[in-house]
């Protein structure tokens, strides 16, 4: 069964340190993406990064770096020099195929919250 | 580009009432996904497709949900008869492709409640 799992429910991390959040993921089908949102207190949904199973060098976009791991199955996200509009909901998603009915399927895992300290 | 459009923002109503949620996608996006947030069951798929054409629908919830999308510019999700258990935000997204390395673009919700 196609799966996100994220075990941190909540984070803190100093102004200006690093911090990774957690996503595992559980999936059969060999071609496969992995996306990070980031949800402020707004609401709104932000496409963060993102990374192809076939993808041989780990997913970077500005202070945003993604730890792909794949014989492990973990797609952590790693946030340099972390800033207080930091401060939000982050999520890990899979985009993969079912290979019962032919289409796809898009997992979101449970999040975690991030708080930046000042 | 406007991003994707979603109204209303918030929709109160009344327990029984029809609710109809709009969602207009970014231009040359092919899919378009309907999903529904809570704090218990957190991001859920409900509904997506793919050139106007519903692909996945294993998602919705139950009969009283449905959704169309006549055109390519346009999608409404509709609750009837609606229930409180239906409140939620409501996200609609869409995307160029299923492999898109942009991801999905989110449009800013409709926050349902239904009393």
């Known amino acids: 069964a196609q799966k996100i799992t994220q075990t941190q429910p909540g984070m803190f991390v100093q102004e200006k340190e690093a911090v990774t959040l957690d996503c595992t993921y559980d999936?059969?089908?060999?071609?496969?993406?992995l996306f990070w949102y980031k949800q402020p207190s707004s609401g709104e949904m932000i496409f963060l990064i993102y990374?192809?199973?076939?993808?041989?060098q780990n997913a970077t976009e500005g202070r945003y770096s993604l730890n792909f791991q794949k014989a492990r199955k973990s797609a952590n996200l790693v946030i340099s020099a972390s800033q207080l509009g930091d401060s939000a909901m982050y999520f890990c998603a899979m985009r993969a195929s079912s290979m019962a009915s032919g289409t796809y399927k898009y997992i979101f895992g449970t999040g975690t919250r991030l708080k930046v300290l000042a | 580009d406007a991003g994707v459009i979603q109204s209303p923002r918030h929709e109160v109503t009344e327990m029984g009432q029809e609710v109809t949620l709009r969602c207009k996608p970014i231009s040359g996006h092919d899919y378009l996904f309907w999903y529904r947030q809570t704090m218990m069951r957190g991001l859920e798929l409900l509904i997506y497709?793919?050139?106007?054409?519903?692909?996945?629908d294993s998602g919705m919830p139950e009969d009283r949900f449905s959704a169309k999308m006549p055109n390519a510019s346009f999608s409404t999700l509709k609750i009837q008869p609606s229930e409180p258990r239906d409140s939620a935000v409501y996200f609609c997204?869409?995307?160029?492709?299923?492999?898109?390395?942009?991801?999905?673009?989110f449009g800013s919700g409709t926050r349902l409640t239904v009393v």
């Open positions: 997204a869409s995307s160029r492709a299923p492999s898109d390395s942009y991801g999905y673009t």
């Open positions: 990374q192809g199973s076939y993808d041989q």
């Open positions: 497709f793919n050139n106007n054409v519903p692909i996945d």
């Open positions: 999936t059969s089908d060999p071609s496969y993406g």
